[in-house]
């Protein structure tokens, strides 16, 4: 038991908020390719209806001058920046992902305060990057 202890005091163990891309990929085809696409290209089922078009996820780094946008991500899925899209801001499913337990790095380098499904959408979002 003392050297578990240990291993966890030196930061030897694995961290336990680490970004999981399966576990992002589950919660976007859940919660965000009605609007999004399966594809993550912005053409779902659901895009038709919306005032405002969903964006390309699979472009964001391209259009940000080729680094993964971060900030502006968490800002849009959290509600700190809402987007009205569809009558009300979004998201949809803000109470699936309140919470400010988990650091992300932005692209600054400093952490941003967020949620686990967040970070793990993250992760995912930024595998489909081109």
Not at 10 to 15: D, I, Q, R, V
Not at 22 to 30: D, I, P
Not at 42 to 48: H, I, K, Q, R
Not at 113 to 118: A, E, H, L, R, V
Request: net charge negative; aromatic share 8%.
């Amino acid at each position: 038991m003392r050297l578990f202890t240990w291993i966890v005091m030196m930061g030897l163990a694995a961290p336990v908020s680490a970004q999981d891309v399966q576990r992002g990929e589950a919660l976007y085809q859940f919660y965000c390719a009605t609007c999004h696409g399966t594809a993550a290209t912005g053409n779902g089922p659901m895009s038709p209806s919306l005032v405002v078009p969903p964006v390309d996820l699979t472009q964001l780094t391209a259009g940000n001058g080729g680094v993964f946008p971060v900030s502006r991500i968490i800002a849009r899925i959290d509600g700190r920046d809402p987007l009205v899209s569809h009558g009300s801001a979004m998201p949809v499913y803000g109470d699936f992902f309140e919470g400010r337990d988990v650091a992300a790095k932005a692209e600054t380098g400093q952490p941003i305060m967020t949620s686990q499904p967040i970070v793990d959408l993250l992760a995912y979002l930024e595998a489909l990057q081109g």
